[in-house]
């Protein structure tokens, strides 16, 4: 991102500071509304459809992943964006229809919650690591880009100190407020968000010529074929560079790491159980789905115009910026950045209050220290902070941190998400065969990403083609090991999430005398009914838009 010389830097600046002050006043207002952890953690569970979808919406809409599926988008084209938006929004449409209508019914304050009722101690350790490892990371996401705004518009200032005033500032408001102060801020954010992300694309599509122009585009940097989601096996590009069974690995890891990785996490049940009911969990869910793939696409679509616009442009990463100064009028502008700024705060007030909430309400209990109400916010609001602290420490030391991101989805893929499906609509999964998906996942996953990295598992090793191999279309890609070690640990994921399956299927099947499965129970250990079609969300649409009565929300 550079706005050196861009004169219109202080109305960015000012729009910037109002963002900022609103959201510590929203939490300060919101401080006063929380009672105990439910209102803490899923703000009451009285959230209507239009904040739960606006919310779930905003919270993935993050900055990073905006600047960056523009920029992969004006390099490979839509190939280069199907972790995000496409594969984000799967998740959202997949969560919606098989899993949020049971979360919200077991009232659960965290997902963790599930796997510690449905297969016990061990599951509900491994579980709420991988929660926490990829809460912490994805914080350091934000704190990254955030100090890489305050850098681009104040150069003076070094990035490491922009990263720790946002995050100040985010786990301020976040300790304060909680889940409602995240949710109306998140409503208010995401107009603006989606809306500067509208402009520029109009803005940036009269420049190209309309729609016509749009489509007539044949090519972007790195992808002769802009608009296809499939990889080109017969023609140049292939998948991301990679052909044969390597391409199509890396082409299924991409639509799995965020649609399914994305599923059993915190930030996305969090919202669905602070639904009113579960009709508007379900529905809204199907809304943020929606918004979010309509918005979302907008991102890759203004690359490939860029692409066309300006096939030179020295530094892709900022392709955003580079439309948003020079298409769209300075007031606009600024008012986009702004919201940019705090679609950073959107994201990462959202993972620390998952994080905070996983380890307060299921380690704390699991190591037998147990809090009554108000204890459970002062300690939730405690871990808040330390977790914003573990942020700023991963952010400053790492120097990877968007593919750390990513990777912190596919760790869930990997490991969680098998238990949680299995768990949901399986009746043999047991104890002993949760482990055996999540541990087979994870060591398969290291030991495939050397494999990978080394020999290659369908083809050329990912070393191989980093390095430029006889892949002429690929001389203009940066040589280096981390091109290789990340693109090893993507394509290494979908073999080692058919492992996590097999281990959980043969596992369970052989220990169901020494661990017999235990039944999905509610918060009240309450047993649900067996019939897997009532946990689909197939619910009347009419049920999630009617004003309920006070009698009829629960606790």
């Known amino acids: 991102m550079d706005l050196e010389g861009y004169k219109y830097v202080w109305l960015i600046v000012t729009f910037i500071v109002g963002f900022f002050a609103v959201r510590m006043g929203v939490g300060i207002w919101a401080s006063r509304k929380v009672s105990d952890a439910a209102d803490y953690i899923v703000a009451g569970r009285k959230l209507p459809i239009y904040m739960v979808g606006a919310s779930v919406m905003a919270t993935w809409f993050a900055a990073e992943t905006l600047m960056g599926a523009s920029s992969m988008g004006y390099q490979y084209g839509f190939q280069g964006v199907i972790f995000d938006p496409f594969g984000a929004a799967a998740c959202l449409f997949l969560s919606g229809f098989f899993f949020t209508r049971l979360m919200r019914r077991a009232r659960y304050l965290t997902v963790v919650d599930f796997f510690d009722r449905r297969f016990g101690k061990w599951t509900t350790i491994l579980a709420s690591i991988a929660q926490l490892m990829t809460y912490f990371v994805w914080t350091g996401a934000q704190m990254v880009a955030a100090g890489t705004i305050v850098n681009a518009l104040f150069p003076s200032v070094p990035i490491e100190v922009g990263m720790i005033i946002v995050a100040v500032w985010v786990t301020g408001y976040t300790m304060l ?3 409602l102060a995240d949710t109306l801020l998140d409503f208010i954010q995401m107009f603006f968000t989606a809306g500067g992300m509208a402009l520029i694309f109009f803005f940036t599509l009269n420049q190209v010529g309309g729609w016509d122009g749009l489509t007539s585009i044949s090519s972007t940097l790195y992808n002769p074929k802009p608009f296809t989601l499939l990889p080109d096996m017969a023609g140049e590009a292939g998948y991301l560079g990679y052909f044969g069974m390597n391409g199509w690995m890396y082409w299924g890891a991409a639509w799995l790491a965020i649609g399914l990785g994305s599923v059993p996490t915190q930030d996305l049940f969090q919202r669905s159980m602070s639904a009113r009911n579960e009709a508007t969990a379900v529905w809204g869910t199907y809304m943020a789905g929606v918004l979010y793939l309509v918005f979302g696409i907008m991102s890759p679509l203004i690359g490939i115009m860029v692409f066309k616009l300006t096939p030179d442009l020295a530094n892709p990463d900022g392709v955003l910026v580079h439309a948003a100064i020079n298409y769209v009028p300075p007031v606009l502008t600024a008012i986009f950045m702004a919201a940019l700024a705090s679609a950073l705060m959107s994201t990462s007030d959202s993972s620390l209050l ?12 699991l190591f037998g220290k147990n809090l009554d109400a108000k ?3 002062k300690w939730t609001r405690i871990m808040v902070g330390i977790n914003g602290f573990i942020g700023i420490v991963i952010a400053i030391t790492a120097s990877v941190i968007y593919e750390l991101g990513v990777v912190a989805w596919t760790l869930l893929l990997v490991g969680m998400f098998v238990p949680f499906a299995f768990g949901m609509y399986w009746k043999k999964a047991n104890g002993y065969g949760s482990v055996a998906a999540v541990l087979g996942g994870w060591v398969s996953w290291a030991i495939l990403t050397w494999v990978a990295f080394n020999f290659g598992l369908g083809g050329d090793s990912t070393a ?10 690929m001389a203009d890609r940066a040589v280096s090991m981390d091109c290789a070690f990340w693109d090893a640990v993507y ?5 080692a999430f058919i492992i996590s399956i097999l281990s959980m299927i043969v596992v369970s099947l052989a220990t169901q005398k020494q661990d017999a499965p235990k039944p999905i129970t509610d918060v009240d250990g309450k047993e649900f009914d067996t019939n897997p079609f009532h946990f689909f969300g197939v619910l009347p649409i009419k049920d999630a838009l009617r004003k309920l009565r006070p009698e009829e929300y629960d606790d």
């Open 491 to 495: 394509i290494a994921s979908l073999p």
């Open 464 to 473: 191989m083609v980093c390095s430029g191999g006889d892949l002429s279309l």
């Open 354 to 365: 998952a994080g905070a909430s996983v380890v307060t309400q299921n380690l704390f209990p």
């Open 177 to 179: 407020g909680g889940m």
């Open 375 to 377: 204890d459970e916010v």
